[in-house]
């Protein structure tokens, strides 16, 4: 079955750029969105339709996508993004979703 | 204001059948371009993808875990129903259930996610 591959951890000190990344083989011809999950709550949408800010959501999360990878970027981390990172995508009738990665900004 | 709410037993046995409602407000099918999903994360694990239903009632399941499954919905009360059968303690999760909104073609993405249900299986 095809798969969404994250790193499974990725550090960032405060106020530097995190990049998680999101690969598959023809990932670049899919819509990528990426949720953020914190312990006991449920995901929340932080970008969807690869590169689009649902309202609400901080400007320093940004998305990108191209050819085989898709990245979350969050300029100038803080301590309350931390948490786990999940990039999902929609292909063939199926809801792909990553094995998720946790960002530590310390 | 969307909103969803997961219900179901807490507690099943192994081999039962568990069953999960999903109750929402705030949308409805009759729109369009809106699905209601089910998602389970295993303490510790990651999220895993289950079943969806759409505006048109169509149907799509995990292939993993389609023979388990089955998905409905009533939209006279707004919920959504997901069974799944012979459950065993690898079961034992955390069950969401979240809007996904159909932005054309290829773009799906859960745009609001339910509290979440735990659910444990054991004897």
């Known amino acids: 079955s095809y798969e969404l591959t994250q790193p499974p951890s990725v550090s960032v000190p405060p106020r530097q750029t995190a990049s998680i990344t999101c690969s598959g083989d023809k990932l670049g011809t899919l819509y990528v969105s990426w949720y953020q999950q914190k312990p006991g709550q449920s995901p929340v949408l932080v970008i969807y339709h690869d590169d689009e800010r649902p309202s609400g959501i901080p400007e320093r999360f940004s998305g990108s996508n191209s050819g085989g990878t898709a990245t979350l970027t969050i300029s100038g981390a803080q301590a309350m993004d931390d948490g786990i990172y999940y990039c999902q995508a929609w292909d063939s009738s199926t809801v792909l979703l990553g094995g998720g990665t946790t960002l530590t900004v310390l | 204001q969307v909103t969803l709410r997961e219900s179901g037993p807490a507690l099943v046995k192994p081999t039962q059948t568990l069953k999960l409602t999903c109750t929402f407000s705030?949308?409805?099918?009759?729109?369009?371009?809106?699905?209601v999903s089910w998602i389970r994360q295993p303490p510790g694990k990651a999220l895993e993808w289950l079943a969806l239903?759409?505006?048109?009632?169509?149907?799509y399941y995990s292939a993993s875990l389609k023979s388990r499954l089955t998905v409905s919905r009533d939209t006279s009360k707004n919920e959504v129903v997901l069974t799944m059968s012979d459950m065993d303690p690898a079961d034992t999760a955390t069950f969401y259930c979240?809007?996904?909104?159909?932005?054309?073609?290829?773009?799906?993405?859960?745009?609001?996610w339910g509290q979440g249900i735990q659910v444990t299986v054991s004897s």
């Open positions: 979240a809007r996904m909104y159909a932005s054309g073609t290829y773009s799906y993405y859960f745009d609001y």
């Open positions: 705030g949308f409805s099918f009759n729109t369009g371009d809106m699905c």
């Open positions: 239903i759409d505006w048109d009632g169509d149907k």
